[in-house]
């Protein structure tokens, strides 16, 4: 089932995220300013942590794993910094989906660094694990099989691997972006055999592409 205790621990902090998401998009078409709900990024990020803190037992993916070359870790270092090349390169037309409103953490041409810090932290810290957590350890494997906690990374199948890229790329504006990201990470989940390889390479991916933002004030991909 859907629900069983062990899927709603990986669903319920992307869900949340998810949930603020649409919030944001369903207050913006009512007439408020994206200035004006800046803030909810706090209370966003303020949820999944605590969701995730509550949860924090049930994810035994998140054990540190033993015995994992160091190979392993410059592989996700290098692939989080490929990824990032990519992001800010797959920006055609055709390559973007909808319209992103960006997070613009400027008051009157001052940027506000307790926002740019809160972004960059939730970023960089707190997103990459609650997506790695549904995206990889929950759906690649509970397409595999129901019973996902006893599919190792290794035996996720074709048809699990092509549908969590997919999800992925239409779960971002810059879909092509979003398709190139969802397979690095899977093939990195899958080569590995730990969740912690995608969630570094996530983690270097969204904290370079953050700080090239505020470096560049290209604030639209926020």
Known sequence: MMFDRDNVYRIAPFGAYVFFMLLEDVL????????ELRLLYVVKITVVVG????????????????????????????????????????????????????????????????????????????????????????????????DFLTVSPAQIGFKAFCITAILFAVAHSLWLAGLFAGIIYNLLYMRSGTLWSPILAHAITNGILGIWIVSTGNWGFW
């Open 51 to 146: 969701l995730l803190w509550l949860m924090r037992r049930a994810y035994s993916e998140l054990r540190w794993p033993a015995g994992v070359s160091s190979r392993t870790w410059i592989v996700a270092i290098v692939a989080g910094i490929v990824v990032f090349v990519a992001w800010i390169n797959l920006t055609a037309d055709w390559m973007v989906m909808g319209e992103s409103v960006g997070f613009d953490p400027r008051d009157d041409a001052e940027i506000d660094w307790f926002l740019v810090t809160v972004r960059l932290a939730g970023a960089a810290l707190v997103v990459p694990i609650m997506e790695e957590l549904f995206w990889r350890s929950f759906l690649m494997r509970w397409i595999t099989h129901p």
């Open 28 to 35: 913006l078409k009512f007439g408020w300013d994206a200035n």
